[in-house]
């Protein structure tokens, strides 16, 4: 929010509906604000999960209604929801007051910004507004709830919630940061479900700490072909553990940093390691791929012949989804320090070094069986023969 402007006053017709008192909360009022869209004015958005989709279909046809019909706009748009500390009327003005970030546009965003640009059109907009102490105190989960539509990522509400702020506190100062996107439809080169996916195939607590015959809950496949899942995942452990060391998320902060540039590590060197295989060449790989394969896996990865995080050039294309199932087995590295969080008891790109060409040549080996990353990805024994392999290493090569 504006914090240099916590008051929006426009021109409008003003309708009390509600006041309903909430035992422990407090007091929370409803109105009916409706404004012509050559008296809208511009209103705090952080409390909306979704950034705007000039783009999208939603857009186009809210536009096209405000261009053709803006007779018909307050009957046809289901208008913009408000949350704010108060709302008062005076003398044919709405005043809003906001006090802080969790306030404002709450749902309607696609709305509001459409009608912003097309205010030259003479329609009305409908504003449900909520407010008074109690809707102060309701704010963020009023919001998630009028964004809960299939079309929300959960992406969009986890960081509503607030759950990656340590996530962005640990990289605040590298130099991708900026390129990393929190919400839908941010205009950024990486997703943040990409983090989080990273972080999930590192979740010993979920997957195994490297331990012959353990039992695990499956495999990390999802880090990749399943964003939601992943999500849902991160949200529950929030949701049952917040930011303590009980949630395996939280106790992977400090190595957040280390797995993205192990990551990177691992997509800039791919070819090399595989090509210290014995007769292997990346090169002639590449070649026997039907071109049909090839413009699918290039479609699949975003078209990038560059790395995921620091966008470096890469000299042959390395399809990302590959990256996952080679750096995830590594997770048996991780150890608890003395506060209960997680670290690495050697340098993961050395480790990576050594096993590496075995690992990249298994997951070559299974993708040119059906040149389906799908298929393969969700087999349990592709995971299973890679994780295995790892701890034979750990319990040979480390212990020489």
């Known amino acids: 929010m504006n914090t240099m402007n916590p008051t ?6 003003f309708i009390p509906t509600f006041g309903t008192i909430i035992n422990g909360i407090g007091t929370v ?9 050559t008296d809208l004015k511009f209103l705090p958005t952080k409390a909306n999960p979704r950034s705007y989709n000039e783009g999208g279909t939603t857009t186009k046809k809210i536009a096209n209604t405000l261009r053709n019909e803006p007779e018909l706009f307050e009957v046809l748009n289901r208008g913009l929801t408000i949350v704010c500390s108060d709302c008062t009327y005076k003398s044919g003005n709405v005043i809003f007051t906001f006090t802080d970030d ?3 546009l709450v749902d309607g965003g696609h709305s509001f910004y459409t009608a912003m640009k097309n205010q030259n059109r003479d329609a009305k907009v409908i504003i449900k507004v909520i407010y008074n102490n109690g809707a102060e105190e309701l704010a963020n989960r009023i919001s ?15 960081n509503l919630r607030g759950y990656f702020e340590f996530i962005k506190k640990e990289l605040k100062n590298k130099e991708y940061f900026c390129d990393i996107k929190w919400e839908q439809n941010a205009k950024k080169r990486i997703s943040c479900s990409r983090i989080i996916g990273l972080m999930n195939c590192f979740n010993p607590i979920k997957y195994g700490h490297g331990v012959f015959g353990e039992k695990t809950t499956g495999n990390p496949s999802d880090s990749y072909n399943s964003e939601n899942h992943t999500q849902n995942d991160f949200k529950k452990c929030f949701e049952n553990y917040g930011e303590t060391i009980n949630n395996p998320y939280y106790k992977m902060k400090y190595v957040i940093p280390e797995l993205i540039e192990l990551f990177e590590w691992a997509e800039c060197n791919f070819v090399r390691l595989y090509n210290k295989n014995k007769g292997c060449s990346y090169n002639k ?3 026997t791929l039907p071109n049909k394969t090839k413009v699918k896996l290039f479609e699949m990865d975003g078209g990038n012949h560059t790395t995921l995080f620091y966008n470096k050039e890469l000299g ?4 990302t989804p590959f990256i996952y199932p080679i750096v995830a087995p590594l997770r048996i590295f991780l150890e608890e320090d003395k506060d209960g969080f997680y670290y690495f008891i050697v340098d993961p790109k050395e480790i990576l070094e050594e096993v590496g060409p075995y690992l990249i040549k298994y997951v070559l080996s299974n993708y040119l069986d059906n040149y389906c990353t799908t298929a393969i990805m969700k087999e349990p024994t592709f995971w299973s023969t890679l994780y295995e392999k790892t701890i034979i290493f750990k319990n040979t090569a480390m212990h020489n």
């Open 285 to 287: 790989v590449i070649a």
């Open 29 to 37: 009022n409803t109105a009916l604000v409706r404004v012509r869209t």
């Open 102 to 104: 969790s306030q404002g």
């Open 144 to 158: 998630e709830t009028f964004n809960t539509s299939e079309k929300v990522k959960e992406m969009s509400l986890n």
């Open 316 to 319: 042959q294309y390395v399809p």
């Open 8 to 13: 929006v006053t426009m021109k409008g017709e």
